[in-house]
């Protein structure tokens, strides 16, 4: 099947850094890809839609300049927390349709987990 | 919209049956199942498109009703690997963007 590949797993850094995630479609292409965070015990939480080859679309809420989204081929996206701060850590996980397409399964990267000391 | 999971939490004994419910106030194009597994990434299930649909094998299914507006995952005999956090994920409601549910947590002891 349609595998996702989110690098890296585990992140640690210092409050004011940046840090980007790579969320790669290994055997489709994935003209859109979605970014979710999701805090412990909670579900996840769609934070934008990543579009190949243009702006992505941030949800309500979400800071389009402190999470910068860039899907500059159709197989990679990456999600980069500017100026990160403790408040940030999270669970970052990405996902993409299988074949671009919308409604069919959803193939989700590892997730990364990032924790901002 | 953010569909609504029922229940928050089942604790099992091994071999005993589970029922999950997701539903939407409006009619929905697709459910997608989700399990979760601490610490890591959901892991794809099955998806219904039609209202109606069953699908799965024995032991793991799940229905989709006709108004397409509710849908169950079963789990019956459960095993211990099937312990983890349960989520629907839906499109509908003019957008083909999935939103995920609360998560049911599942606990199955031997």
């Known amino acids: 099947g349609a595998v996702v590949s989110q690098h890296p797993s585990r992140v640690i850094c210092k409050s004011g850094t940046s840090v980007k995630i790579e969320c790669r479609s290994l055997d489709f292409q994935a003209t859109t890809m979605f970014w979710y965070r999701q805090f412990p015990k909670q579900s996840l939480m769609l934070m934008a839609t990543s579009n190949e080859g243009s702006k992505a679309t941030y949800e309500q809420g979400v800071e389009k300049d402190k999470f910068l989204i860039n899907h500059a081929s159709l197989t990679l996206s990456t999600l980069t927390v500017t100026s990160a701060h403790p408040e940030d850590s999270s669970f970052y996980i990405c996902?993409?349709?299988?074949?671009?397409?919308?409604?069919?399964?959803?193939?989700f990267g590892q997730g990364t987990r990032l924790t901002v000391v | 919209q953010q569909p609504v999971q029922s229940p928050q939490a089942v604790i099992l004994r091994e071999g005993e049956d589970a029922v999950i419910n997701c539903s939407s106030s409006k009619a929905l194009y697709s459910v997608h199942w989700y399990r979760q597994k601490h610490g890591e990434a959901p892991v794809f299930l099955m998806i219904?498109?039609?209202?109606?649909e069953q699908k799965g094998h024995e032991k793991i299914s799940a229905s989709f009703n006709e108004k397409k507006q509710q849908s169950s995952l079963y789990l019956t005999a459960s095993q211990l690997s099937y312990s983890g956090t349960y989520f629907c994920?839906?499109?509908?409601?003019?957008?083909?963007?999935?939103?995920f549910g609360r998560g049911t947590s599942l606990i199955v002891h031997p």
């Open positions: 219904l498109l039609k209202g109606g």
């Open positions: 994920g839906t499109e509908g409601g003019g957008s083909y963007i999935p939103t």
């Open positions: 996902s993409a349709n299988g074949q671009g397409n919308m409604n069919t399964e959803a193939f």
